[in-house]
């Protein structure tokens, strides 16, 4: 099954798998991409939540193929296992959407807990790697694959007390970007034929933080749905033309 390249049926019969995808943007994403006509294939590591949103997806777009796959994305035989039996299952990956996330910060640069870099290096640096070396063939096969990577503004700029953060967000970019030459070097002459840009958002808002914060303003926020619907919007463009970007869905650092 082929995919179209442009217009509204760029993702119609198009698989992608969501990493992360039990989250308020995973949500979104599952959603967004079933209204779409894509095949989903979410991953987790939280069962219940995973189910939970494939759930959603499903029952907001009936007769759509969303499905579930609880994963440890630290381990990469695991991930390679998780694109393997995707590929295999529905013929073809055209995309991998990298949701997993994650914070920690500290009042000041010297209060910086160097636990918060444990942590932070495994869920937005280790994922990466694992989700990139494992897609990576799925998705050059596709013919119009695409890795997506959601960062943050603080990765180009990053302030006293979010050391860990960012300077993980900027190892997850610098890997990323190196996939895409990866992309662009499988290409040759006629350009790539897939694609690994990064989404560079200040940070997410969604329903639920509006309801508890209903006097917070969020000024720069991107909310989960213009993200989603972003996220979409990716293949719509050619590779050549995303590939190696970051694609700023906030003012650029």
């Not at 991409?33 to 989903?40: F, R, W």
């Not at 499903?58 to 609880?70: F, K, L």
């Not at 993200?227 to 003012?251: D, H, Y």
């Amino acid at each position: 099954m082929s995919t179209a390249t442009n217009g509204q049926g760029a993702l119609e019969g198009a698989v992608i798998a969501v990493a992360g995808a039990a989250g308020p943007a995973g949500r979104a994403t599952l959603l967004r991409l079933a209204e779409a006509g894509a095949t989903v294939v979410a991953a987790d590591a939280d069962a219940a939540r995973l189910a939970e949103a494939v759930d959603a997806a499903r029952y907001a777009h009936g007769g759509a193929t969303v499905t579930g796959d609880t994963v440890d994305l630290l381990d990469l035989e695991a991930t390679r296992g998780w694109a393997d039996r995707t590929e295999k299952e529905f013929g073809r990956v055209d995309g991998l959407v990298h949701l997993v996330g994650g914070w920690r910060g500290s009042a000041s640069f010297a209060e910086t807990d160097l636990a918060d870099w444990d942590l932070l290096e495994k869920l937005l640096i280790r994922t990466v790697q694992h989700t990139s070396l494992a897609f990576e063939g799925p998705l050059g096969r596709s013919g119009n694959g695409r890795f997506l990577l959601v960062s943050a503004a603080g990765a180009s700029k990053p302030t006293a007390g979010n050391a860990a953060y960012a300077a993980s967000k900027a190892a997850a970019e610098a890997w990323t970007l190196a996939l895409g030459d990866a992309f662009r070097k499988a290409g040759g002459e006629d350009g790539p034929k897939a694609a690994a840009a990064i989404l560079v958002v200040k940070a997410l808002v969604n329903d639920q933080m509006r309801a508890e914060r209903p006097n917070a303003k969020f000024a720069g926020f991107t909310d989960v749905k213009d993200l989603a619907q972003a996220v979409s919007g990716v293949w719509e463009r050619p590779a050549q033309e995303v590939n190696g970007q970051r694609l700023w869905l906030t003012p650029e650092a």
